[in-house]
């Protein structure tokens, strides 16, 4: 599979044979075929890998998604064992081989991103009629369903219609991916509304197990990496919401004191170390508040 230009290589992992590696992600194989998904400490910004690490991104994620999985122990999931080599203690996962769909599964709440981009042009994103009168930051009056087919490495995934999902995979599989996914998204909206985080959009990923045929959700879940995580107390539709996660970084990239600018071809540079603390001070704030468990 192709690299992308500034992530490091992957970690060599005793045993396991390396499959894909993501900005922040990466899969492995087992030699019994199970897979091993490892979150990685690395942060993206304006569609960069930052040259810094967030120190325990990586398990906090990986504790998010299994406690998201906890929540929802109704839907069929990929996760096998949280029991993984030393090097990756915390940050990876046993999980079950799947045959993924490929589309990218993605429901949102509220406009904004690509979704408001898609509005603005034609009143709808996805094939989905909206209101008149929705601005950046809006919440719709209902979750929608807006699929997304993966792009090549360093192109944008490419939003499609319920029409083309359906074309490729088949209606069947189609309408029950758009039902699992809003009916998650839905469930987990709440959940974090109530403890003061908007999860505003995010994306899943299903895969079908090849000896039982159950449909899965794959990959890591309702994370601010997969998700747009917003501070609901200063949620004010009609400008750019802040991220709940990655704000610090933003701020300090687009400020002069970095020296440099999202619409530059040269890679970022390193994070100070303050908001190396801050950005990772946000990310355990998003899992004490979301989990109500201490990290
Ligand atoms: C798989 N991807 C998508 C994040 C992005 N359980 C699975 N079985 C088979 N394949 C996959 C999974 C999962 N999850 C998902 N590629 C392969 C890209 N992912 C890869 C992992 O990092």
């Given at each position: 599979?192709?690299?992308?230009?500034?992530?490091?290589?992957?970690?060599?992992?005793?045993?396991?044979?390396?499959l894909?590696?993501?900005?922040?992600?990466?899969?492995?194989?087992?030699?019994?075929?199970?897979?091993?998904?490892?979150?990685?400490?690395?942060?993206?910004?304006?569609?960069?890998?930052?040259?810094?690490?967030?120190?325990?991104?990586?398990?906090?994620l990986t504790a998010m998604t299994t406690w998201w999985f906890e929540q929802f122990a109704d839907i069929t999931n990929h996760w096998l064992s949280s029991d993984v080599p030393a090097e990756v203690a915390g940050r990876a996962m046993?999980?079950?081989p799947l045959e993924m769909f490929p589309v990218e599964c993605v429901a949102r709440g509220y406009l904004t991103?690509?979704?408001l981009a898609d509005y603005q042009a034609s009143g709808s994103v996805c094939g989905v009629a909206l209101p008149a009168g929705l601005t950046n930051g809006s919440r719709l009056p209902a979750p929608i369903f807006t699929p997304a087919t993966k792009a090549d490495v360093g192109e944008h995934d490419e939003n499609v219609d319920f029409e083309a999902v359906s074309g490729t995979i088949g209606e069947e599989d189609a309408n029950e991916l758009r039902r699992l996914t809003l009916q998650i998204y839905e469930r987990a909206e709440g959940i974090a509304r109530d403890?003061?985080?908007?999860?505003?959009?995010?994306?899943?990923?299903?895969?079908?197990?090849?000896?039982?045929k159950v449909i899965t959700l794959a990959d890591e879940v309702l994370t601010p990496d997969s998700s747009r995580f917003w501070p609901a107390d200063k949620?004010?539709?009609?400008?750019?919401?802040?991220?709940?996660?990655?704000?610090?970084?933003?701020?300090?990239?687009?400020?002069?004191?970095?020296?440099?600018?999202?619409?530059?071809?040269?890679?970022?540079?390193?994070?100070?170390?303050?908001?190396?603390?801050?950005?990772?001070?946000?990310?355990?704030?998003?899992?004490?508040?979301?989990?109500?468990?201490?990290?």
């Open positions: 599979m192709a690299e992308i230009a500034n992530v490091p290589p992957a970690a060599k992992l005793a045993g396991v044979e390396h894909y590696s993501g900005k922040v992600r990466e899969l492995y194989r087992f030699p019994d075929g199970r897979l091993l998904f490892v979150a990685s400490d690395r942060i993206s910004a304006f569609d960069w890998v930052l040259p810094t690490t967030i120190p325990d991104k990586g398990r906090i046993v999980t079950q991103g690509s979704g403890r003061g985080i908007i999860v505003a959009d995010t994306k899943f990923e299903f895969g079908r197990n090849p000896s039982s949620w004010e539709p009609g400008r750019q919401q802040s991220s709940f996660d990655k704000q610090f970084v933003r701020d300090w990239l687009t400020s002069a004191e970095s020296g440099w600018s999202p619409k530059s071809d040269d890679p970022p540079p390193g994070l100070p170390d303050a908001v190396v603390e801050q950005t990772r001070a946000k990310y355990v704030e998003a899992y004490e508040r979301l989990t109500g468990r201490t990290f």
